[in-house]
């Protein structure tokens, strides 16, 4: 019984570590800035970003996602200017988004999570 309560605990922790509750995956949001720190790391690599003198936390996917897209450490460098587009904590009052798409000021992208990110004229349809 014991071990039974051990297997579904730590089912539910791998679960919610996995979640993606805290952020609107239905409604993207566009935050530019400048990178402060790009951390390449497991389970999520995360951009701390420079948005009008706010500290914001940019989550994107593990380094082996992240690779597959044709990123690497070196990718993303304190000073960099970057628009996220992604889905921003449910919360207001935390400055945080779950990134899916980077777009850098000569205008490449690259993928910062597999899930398929809407065009601009979807998104500005969603708001109407």
């Known amino acids: 019984?014991?071990?039974?309560a051990l297997i579904l605990a730590l089912a539910t922790a791998s679960f919610a570590h996995h979640s993606?509750?805290?952020?609107?995956?239905?409604?993207?949001t566009d935050v530019h800035g400048t990178v402060v720190e790009f951390r390449w790391q497991n389970p999520h690599s995360y951009i701390d970003l420079d948005v009008d003198g706010k500290l914001w936390l940019l989550e994107a996917e593990s380094l082996n996602l992240l690779q597959r897209n044709g990123w690497k450490k070196e990718t993303l460098k304190p000073g960099d200017e970057i628009t996220c587009t992604g889905g921003r904590a449910k919360n207001p009052d935390i400055r945080a988004?779950?990134?899916?798409?980077?777009t850098f000021p000569d205008g490449r992208t690259m993928k910062a999570t597999p899930l398929s990110v809407p065009s601009k004229a979807e998104r500005d349809k969603q708001k109407q």
């Open 1 to 4: 019984m014991k071990r039974l």
């Open 20 to 28: 993606t509750a805290p952020f609107d995956m239905l409604h993207m």
């Open 97 to 102: 988004m779950k990134c899916f798409l980077v």
